[in-house]
């Protein structure tokens, strides 16, 4: 089976900008979760996507927001960048809820400058 | 509220030595509890969880885990440590009670394993 995948691996953007990641769980996975890790802050929650719906929301501001598709792919979008948006935003996708552990994607490296 | 606290940044230990590194946690109802770990510029992998049951969990590349209620501990524990365990560790937990799939994750460790 294939991993969860994530793209792009890295991104410049600058200030003021908007970008999109993506995410493909791993086929039959339909919760995917998002991840901000820094080194400041360390693994944060952003959102849990659950057959196309939100289920559960980190503490965020409303300039992260992400979506899911009928087949599971998850995007997540940040506009107006910060430079404190800089971070590796990771994807986890799970069977389902509850017992199952989440299975990480290597994650998007996102500089901005 | 739910939280995880892992009290070193940093643990080294010589090859062939046992390792562990420290976890606790805090929720309002039964806890899932898990272990990943990190390699650079990579993502998380899975290592062990507890759920319920037996208090010592074995997972992945020889690691296990004791659950201790009492003492709300989660340490990962592996009998010989090999250099490749270098890596950052990850403890986190899930409440069972919210029913929510979101990991809270620990600040991390990181273990230097020295030949």
């Known amino acids: 089976k294939a991993g969860v995948t994530q793209t792009p691996r890295y991104l410049i953007k600058t200030r003021g900008q908007q970008v999109t990641l993506s995410c493909s769980p791993i086929?039959?996975?339909?919760?995917v979760s998002w991840y901000q890790q820094t080194p400041g802050q360390g693994l944060q929650f952003l959102f849990e996507?659950?057959?196309?719906?939100?289920?559960n929301k980190g503490n965020f501001p409303g300039r992260f927001s992400g979506r899911q598709f009928s087949n599971s792919r998850s995007e997540m979008n940040v506009s107006t960048l910060e430079l404190g948006d800089s971070a590796l935003y990771l994807c986890?996708?799970?069977?389902?809820?509850?017992?199952?552990?989440?299975?990480f994607g290597p994650g998007t490296r996102l500089t901005v400058l | 509220a739910q939280s995880v606290a892992q009290p070193e940044d940093q643990v080294n230990v010589a090859e062939g030595n046992p390792l562990t590194v420290k976890c606790t946690y805090s929720?309002?109802?039964?806890?899932?509890l898990f272990w990943y770990v990190q390699y650079p510029n990579r993502g998380l992998q899975f290592l062990l969880k507890?759920?319920?049951?037996?208090?010592l969990v074995k997972g992945s590349y020889g690691f296990e885990a004791e659950f201790n209620k009492s003492q709300t501990s989660f340490h990962l524990k592996k009998p010989s440590a090999l250099v490749s365990d270098s890596a950052l560790y990850f403890c986190?937990?899930?409440?069972?009670?919210?029913?929510?799939?979101?990991?809270?994750f620990g600040t991390g460790t990181r273990l230097t394993v020295i030949p």
């Open positions: 986890a996708s799970s069977s389902q809820t509850g017992i199952n552990e989440q299975f």
């Open positions: 086929s039959g996975h339909r919760s």
């Open positions: 996507y659950f057959s196309e719906t939100q289920r």
């Open positions: 929720v309002s109802g039964n806890p899932y």
């Open positions: 507890y759920i319920t049951g037996d208090n």
């Open positions: 986190a937990v899930r409440d069972y009670q919210t029913g929510a799939n979101n990991l809270f």
